[in-house]
């Protein structure tokens, strides 16, 4: 079994690791952390290695519990929630762990929501954390 987290920095990340690593060791998965970068021309390399550096460490929790863990930072055009149905598309993840924060009507509006396109679109289940 293949799951993928979905690592960004929000409130919820502890709460989200800590159920991945719950249902990693269940079902004795595999897991892969994706942290999703946007592309553009204000996007240093001091970001992009403090985000390697970040899941190298959150790596290091999930070896020390004996389950196996790769990480990925991906640098596109697209969304994270879009990476992240690529990725897990791509590999064949068989679960996706992510969290949601709540939002008003207005701002799912104008910013869109990660969640709930991962949620529709992703080929296989989705698990959310609030």
């Known amino acids: 079994?293949?799951?993928?987290?979905?690592?960004?920095?929000?409130?919820?990340?502890?709460?989200?690791?800590?159920?991945?690593?719950?249902?990693?060791?269940?079902?004795?998965?595999?897991?892969?952390?994706l942290r999703s970068l946007e592309q553009n021309p204000e996007l240093k390399r001091d970001t992009i290695q403090q985000a390697e550096q970040n899941l190298d460490q959150v790596k290091g929790e999930f070896v020390t519990l004996g389950l196996a863990c790769d990480t990925h930072v991906v640098i596109s055009g697209l969304s994270a929630g879009e990476n992240i149905v690529q990725f897990a598309e791509q590999n064949?993840?068989?679960?996706?762990?992510?969290?949601?924060?709540?939002?008003?009507?207005?701002?799912?509006?104008?910013f869109g929501s990660n969640a709930q396109l991962i949620i529709l679109t992703a080929p296989c289940p989705v698990l959310t954390v609030k």
């Open 92 to 110: 064949s993840i068989d679960l996706i762990v992510i969290g949601v924060r709540r939002r008003s009507k207005v701002g799912k509006l104008l």
């Open 1 to 33: 079994m293949k799951i993928l987290v979905g690592y960004d920095y929000s409130t919820v990340t502890q709460d989200v690791l800590a159920l991945a690593k719950q249902q990693a060791q269940a079902f004795k998965a595999e897991v892969h952390l």
